[in-house]
Nanobody, 127 residues
Framework: QVHVVESGGGLVQAGGSLRLSCAASGRTFSTYIVGWFRQAPGKEREFVAAISRSGVMTDYVDSVKGRFSISRDNAKNTVYLQMNSLKPEDMAVYYC????????????????????WGQGTQVTVSS
């Protein structure tokens, strides 16, 4: 049984920071791409960031580049999303998920390529 669990969400003022964590059990995260996605009310789920198996490769949606940073600690089977300079438009439920494909396929920003998803963690940014 594979479980993916996000944590670290909360309420923060605009300009503040949060660090989200994504932990997996029942699966060795180091053998998977891990991605973060978000969904705001009334909007479709969108790709936020992804990290390759080794952590060498990363990718971000343009709107978070320079503000968010994804990293992983394979020894802890955990992936992190450091979010700085948060804006009200970052407010959403954030999900992490694992992708069994290889980075070169370019599937890391396509949610249909991800198989196991967490339940999400709410990020609220007050203006």
């Amino acid at each position: 049984q594979v479980h993916v669990v996000e944590s670290g969400g909360g309420l923060v003022q605009a300009g503040g920071s949060l660090r989200l964590s994504c932990a997996a059990s029942g699966r060795t995260f180091s053998t998977y791409i891990v991605g973060w996605f978000r969904q705001a009310p009334g909007k479709e789920r969108e790709f936020v960031a992804a990290i390759s198996r080794s952590g060498v490769m990363t990718d971000y949606v343009d709107s978070v580049k320079g503000r968010f940073s994804i990293s992983r600690d394979n020894a802890k089977n955990t992936v992190y999303l450091q979010m700085n300079s948060l804006k009200p438009e970052d407010m959403a439920v954030y999900y992490c998920a694992s992708n069994p494909q290889y980075w070169y396929t370019g599937s890391y920003n396509h949610d249909e390529a991800y198989d196991y998803w967490g339940q999400g963690t709410q990020v609220t940014v007050s203006s």
